[in-house]
């Protein structure tokens, strides 16, 4: 019931298929990523439900993968039903699929390939083998620059604690710490065309300057960060002010007027050039900069201040008698307005050492962005990946094939009910290049009985030659385009270690876990 429901919206297209998705509310999406296709499928199943957690899940954890953690715990379903009809206990089972997935991962451990992250060539490689099938394939060279350089831009080396022999903390041992979400921001601005799409070597924000008289182009400007407002303090709840004499009412005019001014005073002291708060700034404190030669922007977001922070290497302040030298940020090479359309921007380029980068999309339609938006998104996961485990798997289904294969040499070596379950998981792993196999248009069946052949004639090769045990690295896959077999380390596609072991623990664990449901209980509100 489940694969029937799911197979129509998850085929494993790599002729690249889209599909139009309409919502509720009237609204389209446009896509073919998986995680993005079960968000807007209404499935009223409740297994169904938890198996759309599945794609989620991946999503949020390696951010690729999606489509297959899905199509390959609907085959280990599939492949457990023989079991479950001639009443095989669903823990036998569940035991059976759980040392053949300790089995895969050794096997994914014994293939796997080091790589280095600044070696530009296999990481294109890399990247080229995760957004190939999707819709922005023909501008594959543009995406995949922009990938790279938006992740090595935030990517930075945080110490973490490592503990001592004695049982201290003080050693510190560098970890990378890769946070897309805050620091590379996707702008997403319709018109132009995907070609004119770039990561600036800074930030950009959609604001203007507050003052019409402000320099809107300034070179190595000197950039002062404020989260504290820069107009008089209101309170907090109503107050009221009683006044016996005329005089008073300028006196308290004059107090406000004299608050703003030594705020600007003391912020001009540091001579900044550019000035942004993410509070309001009344138009006295606007006079005063406009008089000082002194661009600001006011009401900027958090994350966008942050960001600018980071870019610039400015220190946020929260007050203005708190201002130190070291606050201001002179990172940053070329500040200058520009008009994109109807809207002003701010750029902030030609940064020195940015640990914060802007992405600017530009495309067609607010469709085509949203879709060019999630495919970049998966490249730059695949990326961090990468720069948190630099390990690597040969793509095209030549890993599944290979701990198929594997599964089932060491199946042979099983005794028992158990042997069952252990090879099933073998055969549940041939789905991927079988189906790589289906889209191409070629012979199924011919084509991954001659992959599989491939690989267990290197399992025999490798045992003449190192004994029993011997492993061989076996790296021949199916092309996405042609269907032929090739070797993925001539072709150059490869995986992250980590997405391929993420979709083979998810998928296993999940069909564990839906084997051992025997019934389903509706919770029925209680009658008044």
């Known amino acids: 019931y489940l694969w029937n429901n799911f197979h129509p919206y998850l085929q494993y297209n790599f002729v690249a298929k889209i599909k139009m998705l309409l919502d509720p509310m009237g609204g389209i999406v446009i896509t073919n990523d998986g995680n993005c296709i079960l968000r807007e499928v209404d499935v009223s199943h409740p297994t169904a439900k938890s198996m759309i957690e599945l794609s989620r899940a991946q999503d949020e954890e390696v951010g690729d993968g999606t489509t297959s953690v899905i199509i390959l715990a609907g085959e280990m379903l599939i492949n457990a039903e023989p079991f479950v009809r001639t009443n095989v206990h669903?823990?036998?089972?569940?035991?059976?699929?759980?040392?053949?997935?300790?089995?895969?991962?050794?096997?994914?451990?014994?293939?796997?390939?080091?790589?280095?992250?600044?070696?530009?060539?296999?990481?294109k490689d890399l990247v080229q083998s995760c957004i190939g099938t999707k819709f922005s394939s023909r501008w594959n060279d543009i995406m995949i620059d922009m990938a790279l350089k938006a992740v090595l831009t935030v990517a930075r080396e945080t110490p973490t604690p490592g503990a001592l022999p004695g049982g201290g903390i003080d050693v510190y041992s560098q970890k990378m710490e890769v946070d897309i979400k805050r620091y590379a921001k996707v702008e997403k601005i319709p018109g132009g065309e995907i070609s004119d799409c770039a990561v600036l070597s800074g930030v950009m924000f959609n604001k203007d300057v507050?003052?019409?008289?402000?320099?809107?182009?300034?070179?190595?400007?000197?950039?002062?960060?404020?989260d504290t407002p820069l107009e008089y303090k209101k309170g907090e709840s109503q107050t009221n002010v009683e006044i016996t004499d005329e005089e008073d009412w300028n006196t308290l005019l004059k107090m406000e007027e004299e608050y703003v001014e030594n705020m600007c005073m003391e912020i001009i002291a540091f001579k900044p050039d550019i000035v942004i708060t993410e509070k309001g700034v009344s138009d006295l404190a606007q006079h005063y900069f406009a008089k000082a030669n002194i661009t600001a922007f006011r009401r900027l977001r958090k994350t966008d201040n942050n960001r600018v922070a980071r870019a610039t290497g400015a220190t946020i302040v929260s007050r203005t008698d708190e201002i130190r030298e070291s606050d201001i940020g002179t990172g940053c090479g070329l500040f200058e307005m520009r008009k994109i359309g109807e809207e002003y921007f701010a750029y902030f380029e030609e940064c020195k050492n940015p640990k914060a980068c802007t992405i600017l999309l530009r495309g067609g339609s607010k469709d085509v962005l949203n879709e060019i938006e999630r495919n970049l998104s998966d490249a730059m996961q695949v990326v961090r990946n990468v720069v948190f485990d630099p390990r690597l798997l040969?793509?095209?289904?030549?890993?599944?094939?290979?701990?198929?294969?594997?599964?089932?040499?060491?199946?042979?070596?099983?005794?028992?009910?158990?042997?069952g379950p252990f090879l099933a998981v073998g055969?549940?792993?041939?789905?991927?290049?079988?189906?790589?196999?289906?889209?191409?248009?070629?012979?199924?069946?011919?084509?991954?009985?001659?992959?599989?052949?491939?690989?267990?004639?290197?399992?025999?090769?490798?045992?003449?030659?190192?004994?029993?045990?011997?492993?061989?690295?076996?790296?021949?896959?199916i092309d996405g385009t042609t269907g032929k077999l090739v070797d993925m380390e001539?072709?150059?596609?490869?995986?992250?270690?980590?997405?391929?072991?993420?979709?083979?623990?998810?998928?296993?664990?999940?069909?564990?876990m839906i084997l051992r449901i025997d019934d389903i209980v509706s919770g029925s509100k209680k009658k008044m």
């Not at 011919?446 to 790296?475: D, I, M, S, W």
């Not at 001539?490 to 564990?512: D, L, M, N, R």
């Open 90 to 123: 669903p823990t036998v089972i569940v035991r059976g699929y759980n040392y053949a997935l300790q089995e895969a991962l050794s096997i994914c451990e014994k293939l796997a390939l080091t790589v280095d992250v600044r070696d530009k060539d296999r990481m």
């Open 394 to 419: 040969p793509g095209g289904g030549a890993t599944e094939m290979a701990v198929s294969v594997g599964l089932k040499k060491a199946g042979l070596k099983l005794e028992g009910v158990q042997q």
């Open 490 to 512: 001539q072709f150059g596609i490869w995986e992250p270690f980590s997405v391929k072991i993420q979709t083979i623990k998810t998928a296993v664990e999940s069909a564990c």
């Open 210 to 226: 507050t003052h019409s008289k402000m320099r809107r182009r300034i070179e190595n400007p000197r950039i002062l960060l404020l």
């Open 427 to 477: 055969e549940a792993m041939e789905v991927i290049p079988r189906t790589l196999a289906q889209n191409c248009g070629v012979s199924v069946i011919r084509t991954v009985t001659e992959l599989r052949a491939k690989h267990a004639a290197a399992y025999e090769e490798a045992e003449k030659e190192g004994g029993e045990g011997a492993f061989p690295k076996c790296n021949w896959g």
